[in-house]
């Protein structure tokens, strides 16, 4: 089962940036599309943002088209995902999966974005 371990989060003011991390353990990880995903309070969790295995084709939700940037780093098991021009309705915990999703949550990181 591979483990996921999400960083980067924070406190940021409206216009601002920042960039996500996610740490992938396990061998199953240079396989597999992976995405970021981000719960609001009080709303279900969505998918934003999709990489291939390859790192060739990424995949966006239309509210943060241009703005969010999927990266990925296949030896060091690691995703990113670089946000500017972040707005308050960013604010969510950050989480990263497959885009099934397959694999356990990790714990997610806070993004919080003032006006």
């Known amino acids: 089962q591979v483990q996921l371990v999400e960083s980067g989060g924070g406190l940021v003011q409206a216009g601002g940036s920042l960039t996500l991390s996610c740490a992938a353990s396990?061998?199953?990880?240079?396989?597999?599309?992976m995405g970021w995903y981000r719960q609001a309070p009080g709303k279900q969790r969505e998918l934003v943002a999709t990489i291939s295995r390859g790192g060739t084709s990424t995949n966006y939700v239309d509210s943060v088209k241009g703005r969010f940037t999927i990266s990925r780093d296949n030896a060091k098991k690691m995703v990113y995902l670089q946000m500017n021009s972040l707005k308050p309705e960013d604010t969510a915990v950050y989480y990263c999966?497959?885009?099934?999703?397959?694999?356990?949550w990790g714990q997610g990181t806070q993004v919080t974005v003032s006006s």
């Open positions: 396990g061998s199953a990880f240079s396989i597999a599309t």
């Open positions: 999966n497959t885009d099934q999703p397959m694999w356990n």
